[in-house]
T-cell receptor, first 117, second 113 residues
């Protein structure tokens, strides 16, 4: 089965440090999402891309978060500077959207568990 | 705006019990509906889907029927197993949403032997 690959799986960093999370979407998928999951807030949409172009990043704190797709095989999510409240599991998901309709759901990666101390 | 409401958990059942997890939605038009499952320490996996009214999605013994008249997509399983213990998320993708998925808050299911 095709998989969405996220690295690293776990990251512990000190407050103020830069954190970069990477995602390799499934080949042929044209849409990539970044979600954040915490016990308190549940699943939050941070940003998503269609054909590598950002469609919506309104869920991201703009002053410290940035998301990019430098090419079709790589999506990145950066936090600079990181803060303890950023501690969460960050998921990437990819899928194929034709027109404006999602028919088949998205495939999620296993996530990056980030702890900022 | 579009939204999904799931029954609050946690839900604790004995093995072989009947499962229902309620999900209702609010959306313009006719969204596609999904159930995802998240096992401990893993990402979400698509469990089943339905794209139009009266469609029934099914997988691994789980079923859900797209009910337009009640705007619902309840998840059911006739006989749960310990291995079904996980968090279940209902989600929708509305027409015109650019494929964005809107998730419910999730329902944690624990099945005891």
């Amino acid at each position: 089965d095709a998989r969405v690959t996220q690295t690293p799986r776990h990251k512990v960093t000190e407050m103020g440090q830069e954190v970069t999370m990477r995602c390799q979407p499934i080949l042929g998928h044209n849409t990539v999402f970044w979600y954040r999951q915490t016990m308190m807030q549940g699943l939050e949409l941070l940003a998503y891309f269609r054909n590598r172009a950002p469609l919506d990043d309104s869920g991201m704190p703009k002053d410290r978060f940035s998301a990019e797709m430098p090419d079709a095989t790589l999506a990145t999510l950066k936090i600079q500077p990181s803060e303890p409240r950023d501690s969460a599991v960050y998921f990437c998901a990819s899928g194929l959207v034709s027109g404006a309709i999602l028919d088949y759901g998205y495939t999620f990666g296993s996530g990056t568990r980030l702890t900022v101390v | 705006g579009d939204s999904v409401t799931q029954m609050e958990g946690p839900v604790t059942l004995s093995e072989e019990a009947f499962l229902t997890i309620n999900c209702t939605y609010t959306a313009t038009g006719y969204p596609s509906l999904f159930w995802y499952v998240q096992y401990p320490g893993e990402g979400l996996q698509l469990l089943l889907k339905a794209t139009k009214a009266d469609d029934k999605g099914s997988n691994k013994g789980f079923e859900a029927t797209y009910r337009k008249e009640t705007t619902s997509f309840h998840l059911e399983k006739g006989s749960v197993q310990v291995s079904d213990s996980a968090v279940y998320f209902c989600a929708l993708s509305a027409l015109g949403s650019q494929g964005n998925l809107i998730f419910g808050k999730g329902t944690k299911l624990s099945v005891k032997p």
